[in-house]
């Protein structure tokens, strides 16, 4: 079994900066992608961002590009989202997602139930204006 756990949330100003971890422990998968969701009070939840296992690959949500990045270390087994000149509208539940299918079903597909093998617990960004 596979556990993911994110850290780094928090609060920012609109325009600020927020770096979210997301750790794999237990039977740490290989060969995974990993990526980024995030849900928001009254909304579904959304793709954000999905990484291939080689990091060659990575996806981003339209409202995402060119602010945040994500990022992996498998060394540690350890995804990252750099979240800059973040906006009000990124307040959310953030969830961390793991899964051997790759970064195309995570973004095409990853919202749909089962889809995504493994999640983390959330973290809550909350971004004030």
């Known amino acids: 079994q596979v556990q993911l756990t994110e850290s780094g949330g928090g609060m920012a100003q609109a325009g600020g900066s927020l770096r979210l971890s997301c750790r794999a422990t237990g039977r740490a998968p290989t060969g995974v992608a990993m990526g980024w969701f995030r849900q928001a009070p009254g909304k579904e939840r959304e793709f954000v961002a999905a990484?291939?296992?080689?990091?060659?690959?990575?996806r981003y949500a339209e409202s995402v590009k060119g602010r945040f990045t994500i990022s992996r270390d498998n060394d540690i087994h350890t995804a990252y989202l750099q979240m800059n000149v973040l906006r009000p509208e990124d307040t959310a539940v953030y969830y961390c997602a793991a899964d051997p299918k790759g970064t195309q079903t995570m973004e095409t597909a990853g919202t749909e139930k089962g889809i995504i093998a493994y999640w983390g617990q959330g973290t809550q960004v909350t971004v004030s204006s």
């Open positions: 990484i291939s296992w080689s990091a060659y690959t990575t």
